[in-house]
């Protein structure tokens, strides 16, 4: 098989990782709290689910990323950061999760902003992908925030549209074609 013609640059990934919190806000964050819990079935996470699973995920690859570039860790769980165990406990809402990815977010984003090109080519030793770089890293995290972001798309648009029927009758009124009226 013929390499790629187009080997992404450190730059891409950087910014493909920076994007990730801002989409994930635009997709989710301007429905409410019904359509953010609606499982559109039993294999299916709600909306909420998903992005509290961003939200942990992120926060993990990025302190991942600081461990490997700022104190020079060289062994790394990539899977055990990319799927963090759920916290069950959890009552914050959508919009506090994300902010909170854009918070770590943004200081990973400045870290590798400021990276030479040694630095991004330093080899790592994950527990299951074996030796990897800085950059392959970065390609793992981006690929799996990407998929979650087509996986957030897709949920949306199997959110069943809100129906107004109109006001409830109450049982014995009936229903003309104007206002509400007692039957009789």
Known sequence: MDEPSHRPRPEDYVVMLAQVPERVG???????ENRLRYRHGPAFPTLKELVAHLA?????????LRQVCIEGKREVNLHAAMDP??????????????????????????LLR?????????????????ELTLLDLCDAIGRHEAGHV????????????????????PAGWSRPAGPIVPAG
């Open 114 to 130: 400021g990276l030479t090109e040694e630095q991004w080519g330093q080899p790592v030793q994950d527990a299951v992908r074996g």
């Open 26 to 32: 635009d997709i989710a964050l301007a429905l409410d």
């Open 85 to 110: 165990a759920p916290d069950p406990d959890s009552e914050a809402s959508a919009a506090d999760l994300v902010e909170s990815l854009m918070r770590d977010r943004r200081r990973t984003v400045d």
């Open 56 to 64: 942990r995920s992120g926060t993990a690859v990025d302190s991942l």
């Open 150 to 169: 087509t996986q957030l798309r897709n949920l949306i648009a199997v959110l069943p549209e809100p129906l107004d029927l109109g006001p409830i009758v």
